[in-house]
């Protein structure tokens, strides 16, 4: 089947296709290694390839299931519900792990009636960090520019994140509001100016800075 969304990591490699089932092969041999049979429109894969998150494709199910690679054994089920012709319910815009071992933390954008970032363990239990995210209704297909960022750090204690979505892309645009709030360990420590990009290791978190455009809409890229 068609490609529908692809995954890799230091050990494995997860293939989700149109025909409903998820192909995972050995990163290293190129070997497959088992099939999932589950409609799936993306996956994503923890750093050491042990764990496997895929997302619904909203048209057979809006349940979000975690496996472990390489048995392909169903983990947990992260169930939601979602009426398109009413746009009531949860779904689930992208999904995503972050840290390694025993810190790895699942990374969920849930949309619909609002939005909002969840963090948690993957398996299940009560969010270690969530925030409000307005998200546009179409991020029940996959979170697009307008998605505000959520930045783990490696190791999963530190969290960054914006109300901002993509200073590039986002409108209206006011540079001097644009700011960066900092969490270790799921609560608030300091507030930076500047848009969260990405986190170079445990200890380095890349912060751009932008100033208002003459156009009124995009930002003006400073420097980070």
């Not at 009636?113 to 270690?128: D, F, Q, Y």
């Not at 750090?153 to 109300?163: F, H, Q, V, Y």
Request: aromatic share 10%; net charge negative; with cysteine.
């Amino acid at each position: 089947g068609q490609v529908q969304g692809l995954a890799g990591s230091q050990n494995q490699v997860a293939i989700a296709t149109a025909s409903g089932q998820i192909l995972y092969y050995n990163a290293a041999t190129l070997a497959q290694e088992g099939t999932i049979d589950f409609f799936s429109r993306q996956v994503a894969l923890s750093a050491d390839g042990s764990l496997l998150a895929a997302a619904p494709d909203e048209l057979t199910s809006f349940t979000l299931n975690i496996y472990s690679l390489p048995s392909g054994s169903l983990l947990y089920s992260w169930p939601y519900t979602y009426t398109p012709s009413t746009g009531v319910g949860t779904c689930v815009g992208n999904a995503a792990f972050s840290g390694s071992g025993s810190s790895t933390l699942l990374l969920q954008t849930l949309t619909a009636n609002g939005g909002e970032w969840e963090v948690s363990a993957p398996t299940g239990g009560s969010p270690i960090f969530s925030s409000s995210a307005p998200v546009t209704p179409e991020a029940c297909n996959f979170p697009g520019p307008l998605t505000p960022p959520l930045r783990v750090s490696p190791d999963g204690t530190l969290i960054a994140t914006s109300s901002w979505a993509n200073p590039d892309m986002g409108v209206p645009f006011s540079g001097p509001g644009i700011g960066t709030d900092l969490y270790a360990n799921g609560k608030l420590v300091t507030a930076i100016a500047g848009w969260p990009v990405g986190w170079l290791d445990d200890s380095h978190l890349i912060i751009a800075t932008y100033k208002d455009d003459t156009s009124g809409l995009n930002g003006d890229y400073q420097g980070c």
